[in-house]
């Protein structure tokens, strides 16, 4: 090798994965989060171009162009068909196929006539379980998300033992690799299988609102299976970039099981917020709450909303279920027209995925220097009028400061329960995914309760107000 | 393990812990757009399936690796595209108001 293409070979990739990392900077501030994106775009494109420019193709021209055309006219169909509701089950759904082609990848270079190195055939073999495992989790989590697939988790009998075996198995497998190279098809075929297993026991065991944790764990996944991928062929721009996600990935699930409360080996071995809990606490739960509630009906929501010259909207998932974001728009604009101060509360796991409020409300024009973030917005609860909650439980669940032994005791929470009035549409006062009963729900003087679809409740209350 | 191994698997700890670093400063605000780019960004596997389709030995080899390049491109593409869409809703007040007149 010439100095020359000594000089490419660090050198390319270098300067694309900083291009990769100055985009992600970009990232962090929402105006320039765009040209962030491209920037990313750019050099991802530019690797690809480089790979073509130093790889001799010709041996595979012909399927290699088929898969990059088929490849770009579905994506155009998807990229300008899919809905911002059904974002999180698309990023599953994507994160899937990128774990695919990590596994597929590695799949080709165990069965490559070449010798390999043990390095070379553990790497492959890790490559080949982690994406295995990537795209059926994915798949499983995005037929959750979109309802094919119950949301409920399912727990198997000795669910926890097998996914153990399972784990043992793949790295049993990837030890002996090296040591009998010979049985590398036998091993291929195992480790796919085993590594398909794996993700699916994972992802078949997880909850709705569990599922923001388990979509971030599954982008690191995703990124680890490309990292790992790039080491078995030698390719310092995915091993980087790979890295690169798949710390990502584990940050964004930080963030989710900190925000959640709950541990992240509770999420992947399922030992919280199964079926048990859930009952103990719809026991524990006071008989009287509906009649009480019934009573509440005397208060006129749409007096509140008059008379209040601060708002904070609270929305959760049951915003998006019942698709209510245009109506929370109207609402918020109404209210506006008439010199109310109207300002929103994200907390961080409301919703499916990372963020999903934020995407919802964005897309309805909401300006996102109105949306605020849980520690920006608590303290002012306290010197706000009204609180209005939309289809939120847990994240507002004062239970999570005082009801000790609960999933969600110390779980940070937004506190509703601070504001002058407080406002809740609901479709039910069953207790949220927690299973912990909402003392909210309760009834107080300054409480008022909607139940019903979150767009109905708010149809009602934007004709009252128009 | 060769010199180049131990590089390799040292590439991907340093990039691991910069991108943590770098990602650690997205606002919460961001994360499905930034979860939907880094998701794009995993796609980056193309580039492993590219060589390897263009080093097979045999048909099915490449048939595979056919199937791994469309994988690949539709994580890549459609990534970088619903980001793209998604990135472009966020707006300021100013920026809503701009628009509205």
Avoid at chain 1, 120 to 146: C, D, E, N, P, Y
Avoid at chain 1, 238 to 247: K, P, R
Avoid at chain 1, 387 to 413: C, K, R, S
Wanted: aromatic share 4%; proline share 4%; net charge neutral.
């Amino acid at each position: 090798m010439g100095l020359v293409e000594m000089i490419l070979d660090i050198g390319i990739p270098l300067i694309l994965c900083l291009g990769v990392l100055s985009g992600i900077r970009l990232m962090s501030n929402v105006k320039t989060a765009v040209n962030g994106n491209r920037l990313s775009a750019l050099c991802m494109l530019l690797a690809i171009i480089y790979v073509f420019l130093r790889t001799d193709v010709s041996g595979a021209l012909v399927h290699i162009i088929a898969g990059i055309t088929i490849g770009i006219l579905v994506s155009i169909t998807i990229t300008v068909r899919v809905r911002m509701i059904q974002m999180p089950q698309m990023v599953g759904l994507l994160n899937g196929l990128g774990g695919l082609a990590s596994a597929l990848a590695a799949i080709i270079t165990l069965n490559s006539v070449e010798p390999q190195s043990g390095f070379g055939l553990i790497t492959s073999g890790l490559a080949l379980a982690v994406g295995a495992l990537t795209f059926s989790g994915s798949m499983v989590a995005a037929g959750k998300l979109q309802g094919t697939l119950p949301q409920r988790p399912r727990v198997y009998p000795g669910h926890q033992t097998m996914t153990v075996l399972i784990a043992l198995g793949i790295l049993i497998l990837i030890t002996l690799l090296p040591i009998f190279p010979d049985i590398s098809g036998l091993a291929c075929l195992l480790l796919s299988i085993l590594g398909l297993l794996f993700g699916y026991f994972f992802a078949i065991r997880v909850g709705g609102a569990d599922m923001p944790i388990t979509i971030s764990l599954l982008n690191s996944t995703s990124g680890v299976a490309a990292g790992i991928a790039g080491m078995a062929l030698g390719d310092f721009l995915l091993v980087s970039v790979g890295g690169i996600v798949g710390a990502s990935g584990l940050l964004l699930t930080r963030i989710m099981c900190r925000s959640m409360n709950r541990s992240l080996s509770a999420v992947l071995f399922g030992k919280a917020a199964t079926g048990e809990k859930k009952e103990q606490a719809l026991q524990t739960e006071p008989a009287e709450i509906v009649g009480e509630t019934e009573a509440k009906e005397s208060v006129d929501p749409i007096v509140w909303l008059k008379e209040a010259q601060s708002v904070i909207i609270i929305p959760g998932y049951g915003m998006a279920l019942s698709q209510a974001q245009e109506q929370v728009k109207t609402l918020a604009d109404l209210l506006e027209a008439k010199g109310t101060g109207v300002r929103f509360a994200i907390h961080p796991v409301a919703g499916r995925m990372p963020g999903h409020m934020n995407v919802l409300l964005a897309e309805v024009d909401v300006p996102y220097d109105k949306l605020f973030e849980m520690e920006a917005i608590n303290p002012d609860f306290a010197h706000t009028d009204l609180a209005l909650v939309i289809g939120a439980n847990d994240v507002v669940n004062p239970a999570a400061n005082t009801a000790e032994g609960t999933p969600i005791y110390g779980m940070p929470v937004l506190s509703a329960e601070h504001a002058k009035r407080l406002m809740i549409l609901n479709f039910d006062t069953k207790p949220g995914y927690a299973g912990v009963h909402n003392p909210l729900y309760d009834g107080a003087p300054n409480i008022c309760l909607m139940l019903g679809d979150a767009k109905g409740s708010l149809e009602q209350l934007i004709a009252g107000l128009g | 393990m060769s010199a180049l191994e131990i590089i390799l698997v040292v590439v991907f700890l340093a990039s691991a812990a910069l991108g943590y670093k770098l990602i650690n400063a997205v606002p919460s605000l961001l994360h499905t757009p930034l979860m939907s780019g880094m998701n794009a960004l995993s796609g980056i596997t193309i580039l492993g399936m590219i060589a390897v389709t263009a080093f097979s030995q045999s048909n099915l080899a490449r048939l595979v690796g056919m199937m791994g390049i469309i994988a690949a491109v539709i994580n890549v593409v459609a990534g970088f595209g619903v980001t793209e869409r998604m990135l472009r809703m966020f707006k300021s007040g100013k920026e809503a108001e701009g628009e509205g007149s």
